[in-house]
C-alpha cells in the first residue's frame, strides 16, 4: 500500500507540457516500460519497452538499453528536456541505469 501512496506523492509535484513532457518510467518483475506524455493534452508522444525486444544481458543492462532508445525517440519527437517519473519505485538500481543512459544520449532532467 505505501507503493501507491509514494506515487501518487511523486505525481502530486510532476507535470509535463508539450516543450517538457513527464518521462515516466514503469517496472516490473519481468520487464520496464518508459513513456513520454504531455500532461496538458493527455497525449504519449514516444514509447520504448522491452516487452517483445531481444535485448541481451542482466535486466540493469536492458534498462540502460532503453534508455538510451527513450532519448532517441524524445530527439526524433523534438523533446531536450523532460519531467522524470519514477512512480513508487525508488531511484537506484534499474531506474538509475535508465536515467543515466538517458542522461548520457543528451535528455536533460
Given at each position: 500500500m505505501n507503493?501507491?501512496?509514494?506515487?501518487?506523492?511523486?505525481?502530486?509535484?510532476?507535470?509535463?507540457?508539450?516543450?517538457?513532457?513527464?518521462?515516466?518510467?514503469?517496472?516490473?518483475?519481468?520487464?520496464?516500460?518508459?513513456q513520454l506524455i504531455d500532461d496538458d493534452k493527455g497525449v504519449t508522444l514516444a514509447y520504448a519497452t522491452t516487452v517483445g525486444n531481444k535485448l541481451s544481458g542482466t535486466k540493469t543492462e536492458k534498462a540502460a538499453a532503453l534508455g538510451k532508445e527513450i532519448a532517441a525517440k524524445a530527439k526524433k519527437a523534438g523533446t531536450k528536456s523532460v519531467v522524470f517519473d519514477r512512480g513508487s519505485k525508488l531511484y537506484a538500481g534499474r531506474m538509475a541505469a535508465l536515467a543515466d543512459a538517458a542522461r548520457k544520449e543528451g535528455l536533460e532532467f
Open positions: 507503493n501507491v501512496f509514494r506515487a501518487k506523492r511523486t505525481r502530486a509535484k510532476i507535470h509535463g507540457t508539450a516543450t517538457r513532457p513527464r518521462l515516466s518510467v514503469h517496472i516490473s518483475n519481468m520487464h520496464i516500460t518508459a
